[in-house]
T-cell receptor, first 113, second 115 residues
Framework: GAGVSQSPSNKVTEKGKDVELRCDPI?????LYWYRQSLGQGLEFLIY????????KSGLPSDRFSAERTGGSVSTLTIQRTQQEDSAVYLC???????????FGPGTRLTVT | AQSVTQPDIHITVSEGASLELRCNYS??????LFWYVQSPGQGLQLLLK??????LVQGIKGFEAEFKRSQSSFNLRKPSVHWSDAAEYFC?????????????FGDGTTLTVKP
């Protein structure tokens, strides 16, 4: 079956523009996570969706970042008024329940010029 | 808050040699511990995890890790490295198994394998 997919794979945007990053989790996976990986750094947790529960947004770095998950499946991470420090690889992962193994997508490389 | 330290940014080993990647964590209670591998151009993959029980855990691709509470460590080992093991390795710690996705990750160790 298909794994986690993310689009676009690469995104270059000008400072101040808004961007949307998309994640398609594995079908049937109830948990979905977004992470940010800056150059030479580990992963930074951003936000977590589990079923119909309210998302855990504790990792979002500022109010310019938001995410939604429609129909318990596809998720979109939106960054408003992008800044150069937002440049990073944004990774999405899904799992079968919150205790399950996470399956990661290939990531979206965001470059803010 | 929990933290994870991977002291070695870069390690080089010869193919066939043994490997140990270090991971130290800071957390008051018994953490949930993970090792992930990120190969070039690919997403992260879980190698192994420790939740409880036997402190020596076996993972995929011939890797194992040992949880040592007294040393706050969870080092990854492999007895004989293959060229395909060249990748970046991340250690992670979570508060509990139900919040595994909110893991705190170390900065990673890049493994180079010499022929």
């Amino acid at each position: 079956g298909a794994g986690v997919s993310q689009s676009p794979s690469n995104k270059v945007t000008e400072k101040g523009k808004d961007v949307e990053l998309r994640c398609d989790p594995i079908s049937g996976h109830t948990a979905l996570y977004w992470y940010r990986q800056s150059l030479g750094q580990g992963l930074e947790f951003l936000i977590y969706f589990q079923g119909n529960s309210a998302p855990d947004k504790s990792g979002l770095p500022s109010d310019r970042f938001s995410a939604e998950r429609t129909g318990g499946s596809v998720s979109t991470l939106t960054i408003q008024r992008t800044q150069q420090e937002d440049s990073a690889v944004y990774l999405c992962a899904s799992s079968l329940g919150s205790r399950g193994e996470q399956y990661f997508g290939p990531g979206t490389r965001l470059t803010v010029t | 808050a929990q933290s994870v330290t991977q002291p070695d940014i870069h390690i080089t080993v010869s193919e066939g040699a043994s490997l140990e990647l270090r991971c130290n964590y800071s957390y008051g209670a018994t953490p949930y511990l993970f090792w992930y591998v990120q190969s070039p151009g690919q997403g992260l993959q879980l190698l192994l995890k420790y939740f409880s029980g036997d402190t020596l855990v076996q993972g995929i691709k011939g890797f194992e890790a040992e949880f040592k509470r007294s040393q706050s460590s969870f080092n990854l080992r492999k007895p004989s490295v293959h060229w395909s093991d060249a990748a970046e390795y991340f250690c992670a710690v979570a508060l509990d198994g139900t919040n595994a996705g909110k893991s705190t990750f170390g900065d990673g160790t890049t493994l180079t394998v010499k022929p």
